[in-house]
């Protein structure tokens, strides 16, 4: 299969550079992406929207033959928002979504117009801005190469509401890696009829993983991660 792997917000696609390789060995082929504006710290991002991010993974899915076999989307937080959209722009070329820490971003919703924005552009920001169960298993020397790493996002991209089309969304097969906290919550949150999930709640085929760790497994918990990956891609697509 072809696994495009969608960054969430400050992060290009290295940030998928531990995870890889166990998606590799299983036989796929990967694809994280970089997306417009994140190109580097000096990219002059001030004028990329969501829906540019949104056209770069179509782009992408495009790009492929469709007899070449299935493709998958992967979704880190913010990722997992572009990635819906991609999905409901293009509901019959994918296989699968897999959404990591993250549930689909319905009609009008955005990713994160909380943090601080300025000149166009969203630093990361201190980590005191961010709750504790973002940081589990973020020791300091995570943190350091993390903020070392970190590329402003685009303030229209956090902030840009999401725009969705097709109701064939609905049907594409989905996988929701939890991490922050255990997946029996947001199933009590989708009982409970909570906004959060109410894009979720629509989708007829959800099987979930729970991954305990923090926010950004992809560094936590890279290897366990792309088994995760790996294992949903074999659950049954009805």
């Known amino acids: 299969m072809d696994i495009v792997l969608i960054p969430g917000l400050w992060l290009d696609g290295s940030s998928w550079d531990d995870v ?26 001030s004028t990329i929207t969501l829906r540019d991010h ?18 998958v989307l992967v979704g880190h937080s913010g990722g997992g928002a572009i990635a819906h959209a991609a999905v409901d722009a293009r509901p019959d070329r994918v296989a699968r979504v897999v ?25 990361l920001p201190d980590w005191s801005r961010f709750e504790e169960q973002d940081l589990v298993d973020l020791d300091d020397e995570l943190r350091m190469r993390f903020r070392d790493r970190a590329i402003p996002a685009p303030a229209h991209v956090a902030s840009d509401p999401q725009q969705l089309f097709d109701e064939r969304r609905y049907d594409v ?10 997946s029996a919550v947001i199933r009590e949150l989708i009982e409970q009829g909570h906004p959060y999930v109410a894009e979720l709640a629509k989708v007829r085929n959800v099987d979930y993983v729970d991954l305990p760790t923090g926010h950004w497994p992809q560094f936590t ?11 949903s891609l074999d659950r049954p697509t009805s």
């Open 221 to 231: 918990r890279p290897q366990e991660l792309g088994r995760a990956i790996v294992a």
């Open 54 to 71: 949104i056209d770069a993974v179509v782009a992408v899915i495009d790009s492929f033959d469709p007899a070449d076999g299935d493709v």
């Open 99 to 123: 959404y990591v820490d993250s549930v689909p971003l319905g009609e009008g919703g955005v990713i994160n117009d909380e943090f601080p924005a300025e000149n166009g552009e969203m630093p």
């Open 173 to 182: 097969p989905t996988t929701v890696i939890s991490s922050e906290f255990p």
């Open 20 to 45: 890889i390789p166990s998606l590799q060995q299983a036989g796929h082929r990967t694809h994280p992406l970089t997306l417009p504006g994140m190109e580097s710290k000096d990219a002059n991002r």
